[in-house]
C-alpha cells in the first residue's frame, strides 16, 4: 500500500509541477492515473476540475468537481472551483450556492466572497433585463 501511494504521489507531483511548466497534457494524464488509481483522492479530482473548466471542458470537469464535493463536503476550493464552472455555463443559482458552500467551509476564501458577488450583480442584470420593456 506504501508504495502505491508513492505512486500515487509521483503522479500527482508530476501533475502540479506539470502545470507550473504550462504542460497541460502531461498534466491531465498524470491526474487521470492518480484518479484511476484512487477514485477518492480529491485533491486530483479537484485539480482536474479545475484545469478542465479552463479549457472549457465544463461537463467533464463538472463531473469531477461533484465527486470532489460529495466525498470532501467541506473542501472549499472544490466548491469555488464548482461554482465557476456552473456560472461560466450561465446556472448562477448552482454558482451561488457552491460559492456560498466555499465560504462557509472557509470564511477567508476571498476568491469566493468576491464570486458571490459577482454572480449576484450577474443575477440582478439578468433580472432587470427581462424587466426592461421592449423597444420596437
Do not use: C
Not at 507531483?13 to 477514485?39: C, F, G, H, Q, Y
Not at 466572497?113 to 420593456?133: F, G, L, T, Y
Amino acid at each position: 500500500i506504501e508504495a502505491q501511494y508513492d505512486f500515487i504521489q509521483a503522479h500527482y507531483n508530476l501533475a502540479r509541477l506539470s502545470l507550473s511548466e504550462n504542460e497541460a497534457a502531461i498534466a491531465l494524464a498524470s491526474l487521470r492515473r492518480v484518479i484511476e488509481i484512487d477514485p477518492k483522492h480529491t485533491d486530483a479530482l479537484n485539480l482536474l476540475g479545475m484545469e478542465l473548466g479552463k479549457a472549457g471542458k465544463y461537463a467533464e470537469a463538472r463531473t469531477h468537481l461533484e465527486n470532489a464535493v460529495k466525498l470532501e463536503p467541506d473542501f472549499s476550493e472544490a466548491h469555488n472551483n464548482l461554482g465557476t464552472v456552473f456560472a461560466a455555463t450561465g446556472e448562477l443559482e448552482k454558482a451561488l450556492h457552491h460559492f456560498n458552500e466555499a465560504v462557509r467551509a472557509d470564511p477567508t476564501n476571498e476568491g469566493a466572497v468576491s464570486r458571490i458577488k459577482q454572480v449576484e450583480r450577474m443575477q440582478r442584470e439578468q433580472r432587470n433585463s427581462r424587466k426592461a420593456p421592449s423597444v420596437p
